[in-house]
T-cell receptor, first 112, second 113 residues
Framework: DTGVSQDPRHKITKRGQNVTFRCDPI?????LYWYRQTLGQGPEFLTY????????KSRLLSDRFSAERPKGSFSTLEIQRTEQGDSAMYLC??????????FGPGTRLTVL | GENVEQHPSTLSVQEGDSAVIKCTYS??????FPWYKQELGKRPQLIID?????GEKKDQRIAVTLNKTAKHFSLHITETQPEDSAVYFC????????????FGTGTLLAVQP
C-alpha cells in the first residue's frame, strides 16, 4: 500500500497519560498536515510541515501538543497529559507540490 | 476568520436522482476547492477538486461548479447509486504557502434503493 499510513489505528488511554501517534506520508511528498476530526464535524487543521520544518500551528494546538517530522519523512504527534476533550480522530494528510491532500486512515483516540 | 459553510447537513434521494450540495467560503484568497467522501470509520477520499481559474469540472457522474464572485461552489452527483451514500465534505484552501484546508461541516447523503 503506497498511501498515507497511520499508527496506531485506535488508542484508549486514561486522563493524564501521554500518547504519541505516527504518520507515514506518501513517499516523496514533502508536505504533511495533521487534522483533528470530532464526530459530526469536518477535519480541523492542527499543524503543517514542509519537509522537516514545522511552518504553521493552529491556535487549537495547546502547549500539550507537539509534533515533529525528523528528516522530513514520517511525523509524530504527541499529546501530553491527555484530557477527555482530546478524544477525536487524528488524521494525517500529505501532498506534493500540487494542492491535493491525501489522507491516512486516522488514529482514533479515546480518553477515559 | 476563515470559514466554510455547507448545506444541507442531510440529504436523502431516490436511486437515480441527482444530488446537489452547496458550500460558501469566506477567504477571498482561497484558490483550491476539493470535495471529499467519507464512509463510516474510513479516511476522507478525494472525489473531485477545482481550482479558481476554472468555473466547472466534470468527472463521469460528478461535477463541481465554482462562482468566485459569490464565493460559492457546489457538488453535483447525477444518477445516484446506493454506494454514493456517505458523508461529503467541501473544503477551501486558505491563502498562503501552507495550503491548509478549511472544511465544511459535512453532508450526510443517503441514496434510497
Amino acid at each position: 500500500d503506497t498511501g498515507v499510513s497511520q499508527d496506531p489505528r485506535h488508542k484508549i488511554t486514561k486522563r493524564g497519560q501521554n500518547v504519541t501517534f505516527r504518520c507515514d506520508p506518501i513517499s516523496e511528498h514533502n508536505r504533511l498536515y495533521w487534522y483533528r476530526q470530532t464526530l459530526g464535524q469536518g477535519p480541523e487543521f492542527l499543524t503543517y510541515f514542509q519537509n522537516e520544518a514545522q511552518l504553521e500551528k493552529s491556535r487549537l494546538l495547546s502547549d500539550r501538543f507537539s509534533a515533529e517530522r525528523p528528516k522530513g519523512s514520517f511525523s509524530t504527534l504527541e499529546i501530553q497529559r491527555t484530557e477527555q476533550g482530546d478524544s477525536a480522530m487524528y488524521l494525517c494528510a500529505s501532498s506534493s507540490r500540487s494542492d491535493t491532500q491525501y489522507f491516512g486512515p486516522g488514529t482514533r483516540l479515546t480518553v477515559l | 476568520g476563515e470559514n466554510v459553510e455547507q448545506h444541507p447537513s442531510t440529504l436523502s434521494v431516490q436511486e437515480g436522482d441527482s444530488a446537489v450540495i452547496k458550500c460558501t467560503y469566506s477567504d477571498s484568497a482561497s484558490n483550491y476547492f476539493p470535495w471529499y467522501k467519507q464512509e463510516l470509520g474510513k479516511r476522507p477520499q478525494l472525489i473531485i477538486d477545482i481550482r479558481s481559474n476554472v468555473g466547472e469540472k466534470k468527472d463521469q457522474r460528478i461535477a463541481v461548479t465554482l462562482n468566485k464572485t459569490a464565493k460559492h461552489f457546489s457538488l453535483h452527483i447525477t444518477e445516484t447509486q446506493p454506494e454514493d451514500s456517505a458523508v461529503y465534505f467541501c473544503a477551501a484552501s486558505v491563502g498562503g504557502a501552507t495550503n491548509k484546508l478549511i472544511f465544511g461541516t459535512g453532508t450526510l447523503l443517503a441514496v434510497q434503493p
